[in-house]
């Protein structure tokens, strides 16, 4: 009787396993192909470089300062509206971009002197006013696209919209 049971349990365990396989492959063959939908640029995605970007990275990178010894930082606070408020030496300018087609409201490029592209980026969302108190935000920091001394940094209100934020911006080196 015992024996029973058991061809009867592995049989109907190997069916189980049929028809799940069965079904999933009936399901997946069913669903029609992915085509890739033309679409609004994300807003997550980097403006492009343009000319003058270009040209004003290729004159901070001859600038005269050597970049910080390992183990120090190169920092920057900058302001909602793009302005570098304090920074480091090595810190050559930040701007905000100016939001249109393919540009977020809360997008910033900060230059540096040196090449920072395979450098540690930390940015939190931070002023330097009186009262010293952020907005509520949220931050994040990259390489800027084929500029190596530049990193990009994008903003966001606490509900996750894109939003002009100031920020403090710390590479360690």
């Given at each position: 009787?015992?024996?029973?049971?058991?061809?009867?349990?592995?049989?109907?365990?190997?069916?189980?396993?049929?028809?799940?396989?069965?079904?999933?492959?009936?399901?997946?063959?069913?669903?029609?192909?992915?085509?890739?939908?033309?679409?609004?640029?994300?807003?997550?995605?980097?403006?492009?470089?343009?000319?003058v970007e270009r040209q004003a990275a290729r004159t901070a990178?001859?600038?005269?300062?050597?970049?910080?010894?390992?183990?120090?930082?190169?920092?920057?606070?900058?302001?909602?509206?793009?302005?570098?408020?304090?920074?480091?030496?090595?810190?050559?300018?930040?701007?905000?971009?100016?939001?249109?087609?393919?540009?977020?409201?809360?997008?910033?490029?900060?230059?540096?002197?040196?090449?920072?592209?395979a450098k540690a980026y930390v940015a939190t969302i931070g002023?330097?006013?009186?009262?010293?108190?952020?907005?509520?935000?949220?931050?994040s920091v990259a390489p800027r696209t084929l500029t190596p001394?530049?990193?990009?940094?994008?903003?966001?209100?606490?509900?996750?919209?894109?939003?002009?934020?100031?920020?403090?911006?710390?590479?360690?080196?």
């Amino acid at each position: 009787m015992a024996t029973f049971f058991k061809r009867k349990a592995t049989v109907v365990a190997l069916a189980a396993l049929s028809l799940s396989l069965a079904g999933g492959g009936i399901a997946a063959a069913a669903q029609p192909e992915a085509k890739p939908q033309p679409g609004p640029r994300h807003s997550t995605a980097q403006p492009p470089v343009t000319a003058v970007e270009r040209q004003a990275a290729r004159t901070a990178m001859r600038a005269t300062l050597a970049p910080p010894a390992a183990g120090q930082v190169a920092w920057a606070v900058v302001a909602a509206n793009g302005t570098l408020l304090q920074h480091s030496g090595n810190v050559v300018s930040s701007f905000r971009f100016t939001p249109g087609i393919g540009v977020s409201p809360g997008q910033y490029q900060v230059l540096l002197d040196y090449n920072v592209s395979a450098k540690a980026y930390v940015a939190t969302i931070g002023t330097n006013d009186t009262a010293n108190v952020p907005p509520a935000g949220e931050v994040s920091v990259a390489p800027r696209t084929l500029t190596p001394n530049a990193v990009f940094v994008q903003t966001r209100s606490s509900s996750g919209s894109a939003s002009d934020r100031p920020f403090h911006l710390v590479i360690a080196n």
